[in-house]
Antibody
Framework: QVQLQESGPGLVKPSQTLSLTCTVS??????????WNWIRQPAGEGLEWIGR???????NYNPSLKSRVSISVDTSKNQFSLKLSSVTAADTAVYYC???????????????????WGQGTLVTVSS | DIQMTQSPSSLSASVGDRVTLTCRAS??????LNWYQQKPGKAPNLLIY???RLQSGVPSRFSGSGSGTDFTLTITSLQPEDSAIYYC?????????FGQGTKLEIK
């Protein structure tokens, strides 16, 4: 059973860099056709996809955050990480890591659906 | 970006009812549409992927349909544990976007 767990500081000062790590257990991060994603949700609001990384290190980012975001993978530790720079109060949210699976059990190409999620971690931006 | 619009924003129904939630995309997304259920304080849980495929372990009272721009999630025989917010999400084109959610309350 795949499990994802976010970790990192819960409080970040404005203008600093938010850094989170997602540890994957239950299988190697490099196996299968999966992308590893970060998604966030401000309190009482909807979900925003931040970006993703493949085990090779290939990344895709949401253009709305692209200038400030970096996602990387460490296959030796079975982890992937998020860095978001120059944060403001608008970046306060619950941050989730999630796996995107590109093929279902029958081999059908689904182009990615988020089938496993971490429990989420609240990051507050405040001085 | 592809905009996803859900309706209604909230609804209330009784145990045993059949409810239909709607999601509309701002452009055609073929069948690259997924539905998630989110309960308070929890991560979203995948219910339906590729518009109509039931995720493993999800009760069969959940079903999805649609293609192009218009999609529906139907829940038959509502149960108390179905009280949640339901989100649709397109994975046709990056950036992947979610609807604003439909809050389902069980009377």
């Amino acid at each position: 059973q795949v499990q994802l767990q976010e970790s990192g500081p819960g409080l970040v000062k404005p203008s600093q860099t938010l850094s989170l790590t997602c540890t994957v257990s239950g299988g190697p991060i490099s196996s299968g056709t999966y992308y590893w994603n970060w998604i966030r949700q401000p309190a009482g609001e909807g979900l925003e996809w931040i970006g993703r990384v493949y085990s090779s290190g290939t990344t895709n980012y949401n253009p709305s955050l692209k200038s400030r975001v970096s996602i990387s993978v460490d296959t030796s530790k079975n982890q992937f990480s998020l860095k978001l720079s120059s944060v403001t109060a608008a970046d306060t949210a619950v941050y989730y890591c999630a796996r995107a699976n590109y093929y279902d059990s029958s081999g059908y190409d689904t182009s990615g659906y988020f089938d496993y999620w971490g429990q989420g971690t609240l990051v507050t931006v405040s001085s | 970006d592809i905009q996803m619009t859900q309706s209604p924003s909230s609804l209330s129904a009784s145990v045993g009812d059949r409810v239909t939630l709607t999601c509309r995309a701002s452009q055609s997304i073929s069948n690259y549409l997924n539905w998630y259920q989110q309960k308070p304080g929890k991560a979203p849980n995948l219910l339906i992927y590729a518009a109509s495929r039931l995720q493993s372990g999800v009760p069969s009272r959940f079903s999805g349909s649609g293609s192009g721009t218009d999609f529906t999630l139907t829940i038959t025989s509502l149960q108390p544990e179905d009280s949640a917010i339901y989100y649709c999400q397109q994975n046709y084109h990056s950036p992947y976007t979610f609807g604003q959610g439909t809050k389902l309350e069980i009377k």
